[in-house]
C-alpha cells in the first residue's frame, strides 16, 4: 500500500461488469459505484453511482442469477461510458484509490474503458487493494477472504453485488479487519486464544469447594472466587476494555493503521 503519507481523500470504488462464457470475448462495465472517505475521521463525504449502457447491448443477460443482479432491460435506458466518464474520471484522479481485487480487475477496467473512447484515464496517488493487504495480514481465516465471505465472517450480510453497497461494505470489512489485528498485535497470545496466563491463580467454584472440604472448618463457607480487591481475571478484563475503548475511539484510517503492525507493516 502507498499514498497513505500524504492528505488525499480514499475513494473506494467498485465496478459490475459482464462475464465473457467465451474466448476472446471482453468485459463491458454495467455499472459504477464510489464513496470518497475522509481519513482522518472515516466519514463518507461523497458517493456517486451510476449504471452503464454498453455498446453491445447483447451481451447483457435477461436474466440474472442474483437477486439484485443487472440485466438488460435495466440497463437499455442508461447512459454510456462516455456520458459518465468526466465524473468518473474527477471522482478518481489524484486520490488513494481502495477497494477488493481493484489491482487486477477494476483498475484494467477503468484504463480499458478510458482508452476506448480516446481520453485520458484517472491515475491514483495511493491505492489499498484489500485483497492483497489481507491475503498477507488476516489469513485465510475468513475463507477465501472474498467480500461475500469477510462480510459474513464479521456478520456485516450478505453482499449484494452492486457497486455503491459493495464499497460501503468493503470500507467496513476493512474497519473490522484492521481492529482486529490492532487487538492481536497488543494482546498477549494466550488472552487471544482465549487462555489466560495466570490460570492457576484463578478460584473455580468446584476448586474452592474442595479446598474449603480439605480444611473442614464448620465456622466458614465456600466462596466461588478469593476475595481480593483486584484478581487476574479483573485485571485481563479491564485491559480488553481499554483496549477496545482505544479501538472504537481511532478516528481515522490513518490512526487505526498505524497501531495494526501486522495490516499495513
Sequence with gaps: MTGMEGTSDIVFFDMETTVPNKTGQRFWVLEFGAIVVCPRKLVELESFSTLIRPTDLSCVALRSSRSHGITREVVANAPTFEQVSDKIYSILNGRIWAGHNIRRFDCVRIKESFAEIGKTAPQPVGMIDSLGVLSQKFGKRAGNLKMASLASYFGLG?????????????????????????????????????????????????????????????TTRPVPYPRTTTTSLGKVTEGVKNLMCKAQQAKSINHIFKHSHYLLR
Excluded at 468493503?170 to 474497519?175: G, H, I, P, R, W
Excluded at 489485528?181 to 474442595?210: D, P
Design 158 to 218: 450478505q453482499q449484494r453485488h452492486r457497486s455503491l453497497d459493495d464499497v460501503r461494505m468493503n470500507l467496513e470489512v476493512l474497519k473490522h479487519c484492521a481492529t482486529v489485528l490492532f487487538l492481536e498485535s497488543n494482546l498477549s497470545s494466550e488472552l487471544m486464544n482465549g487462555k489466560w496466563a495466570n490460570r492457576s491463580s484463578i478460584m473455580t467454584r468446584s476448586r474452592s469447594n474442595r479446598e474449603e472440604r480439605s480444611r473442614k472448618s464448620p
